[in-house]
């Protein structure tokens, strides 16, 4: 029997993502159960599997782990990436809040009519310039250090270089005006873990399309309009 | 969802930089005089038998100020001023303060269940909050979309998980903010729906255990820094303060 982490999901990124990139960047190799019938999913629920009928679950140390964020905070603090003592806990907990948030604005984006996805992409870039991408850059001018949080490699740096990648997907040259930002992706994105999984082949997942959204509707019975926010 | 509220909602949930402290030694809170995303904070400080002292926006400008002077890292609200930091996002500031005055279970294993159970209390709490900013013509739908969660999805599993273990506490046999938030939200669905407990049995005697615990009996108690239902004519103004 496999002792590796099992991951429960469809074949895309949606909450999952976060996921795959914190165990790719731990080192943790994964298996992982896409979701691609109805079937599947009402066999989860039967068997008790899923604590709150949700995915994303994650099978880990004998636990089925759901509820993204407890599954990503189990992940960092048993593999180092979640600083050292409890200030430092509370600096993560800040900006992971903070690049969760600007991920939320993407992640319904697959879901939205073509009208709302216009201006979504406009609300993302914005939030992403505006709001966001200037605190981590104050946050590494202002230490000079090559990671978020205490000088070591956390969650937080995961996070962002995530969280960069997929809006520079809305906007290729989305961090022009941010020249820390971009040392800190050239940085991230060469750590042999990460490196890895930024290469094809890897569990990474590419940008959700029409079948991944047609997937998840018809796993969850979720034809209902989804509004942007 | 009304886009209105949810933008509403989503500006509520502001981060904050960290750097003067609060002179009293007691967290300050800075958030709205009402529950919204800091309720949980004010239950978890009081279970933890912590005075804290609160500073309220009444209107747009007290938040343009705390933006301007750098206080708030995301410039949104929650912000509490504790142990010299100014922490934002409501789960960093739980988190926080359930690890430094124990509340946050002994180990990995017990965190893992205590997060996964106050995740999908924060879900819950998210429905429950947004019930009251809702226009007439949109409550009705969310009211049973609601309950339907609370009774369906979310009091099951804790019934099953006193019932499994039996013990008077969620996870651990001792308090954490796992047992906190869970009464806090039955409480907020009760408001809704005074039978919701009906068919919980548990529930219905962990209610009043919890309730019982001193520092939690005294913030039940009127005159407690515990925020009342937001009222419809008070809507406007909180919006106000956002936009």
């Not at chain 1, 999952?16 to 960047?25: G, K, Q, T």
């Not at chain 1, 505006?130 to 949080?149: A, C, I, N, T």
């Not at chain 2, 969802?1 to 960290?18: E, T």
């Not at chain 2, 001193?214 to 108690?221: E, R």
Request: contains cysteine; charged residues 30%; glycine residues 6%.
């Amino acid at each position: 029997m496999s002792t590796k982490p099992k991951l429960y999901y469809f074949d895309g990124r949606g909450k999952m993502e976060s996921i795959r990139w914190l165990l790719a960047a731990a080192g943790v190799e994964f298996e992982e159960e896409f979701l691609e019938t109805r079937d599947q999913y009402e066999k989860l629920l039967q068997g008790g599997s899923l604590l709150f009928q949700q995915v994303p679950m994650v099978e880990i140390d004998g636990m089925k782990m759901v509820q993204t964020r407890a599954i990503l905070s189990y992940i960092a603090a048993k593999y180092n990436l979640y600083g050292k003592d409890l200030k430092e806990r509370a600096l993560i907990d800040m900006y992971v809040g903070g690049t969760d948030d600007l991920m939320g604005f993407i992640l319904m984006f697959p879901f939205l009519s073509a009208e709302d996805k216009e201006k979504q992409r406009a609300l993302i870039i914005q939030k992403a310039t505006s709001r966001y991408f200037p605190v981590y850059e104050q946050v590494l001018k202002d230490h000079g250090q090559d990671f978020l949080v205490g000088n070591n490699f956390s969650w937080a740096d995961v996070h962002l270089l995530e969280a960069i990648l997929m809006v520079e997907e809305k906007k290729s040259d989305v961090l022009s005006g941010f020249p820390q930002l971009q040392a800190f992706k050239a940085r991230i994105s060469s750590i042999p873990a990460i490196k890895k999984f930024l290469e094809p082949g890897s569990q990474r997942k590419p940008v959700p399309d029409d079948k991944y959204v047609e997937t998840v509707r018809r796993v969850l019975c979720m034809y209902y309009d989804v509004k942007a926010n | 969802m009304n886009v209105y509220c949810a933008n509403l909602l989503s500006s509520l949930q502001i981060p904050g930089n960290q750097a003067r402290g609060n002179m009293s030694g007691k967290p300050r809170l800075h958030y709205f005089n009402g529950r919204g995303r800091m309720e949980p904070i004010r239950w978890l400080l009081a279970a933890a038998g912590v005075e804290f002292e609160e500073s309220y926006l009444e209107k747009k400008e007290d938040l343009t100020k705390l933006q301007k002077d750098g206080s708030l890292l995301f410039q949104q609200v929650p912000m509490v001023e504790i142990d010299g930091m100014k922490l934002v996002q409501t789960r960093a500031i739980a988190n926080y303060i359930a690890t430094k005055y124990n509340l946050y279970g002994k180990d990995m294993k017990e965190r893992a269940l205590i997060d996964m159970y106050v995740e999908g209390m924060f879900d819950l709490n998210e429905l429950l909050m947004k019930y009251g900013y809702l226009p007439a013509d949109k409550k009705e739908e969310h009211f049973a979309n609601m309950m339907d969660k609370a009774e369906n999805r979310y009091f099951p599993v804790f019934e099953k998980v006193l019932k499994d273990h039996g013990k008077d506490f969620l996870v651990g046999n001792q308090l954490s903010r796992a047992d906190v938030q869970l009464l806090e939200i039955i409480l907020m669905a009760e408001e809704c729906k005074p039978d919701t407990l009906a068919k919980f049995p548990l529930l219905q005697s962990f209610k009043a255990r919890i309730s019982n615990i001193p520092p939690i009996k005294k913030f039940l108690q009127p005159g407690s820094q515990r925020k009342p239902l937001i009222r419809e004519e008070e809507v406007p103004k909180v919006i106000k303060i956002f936009y």
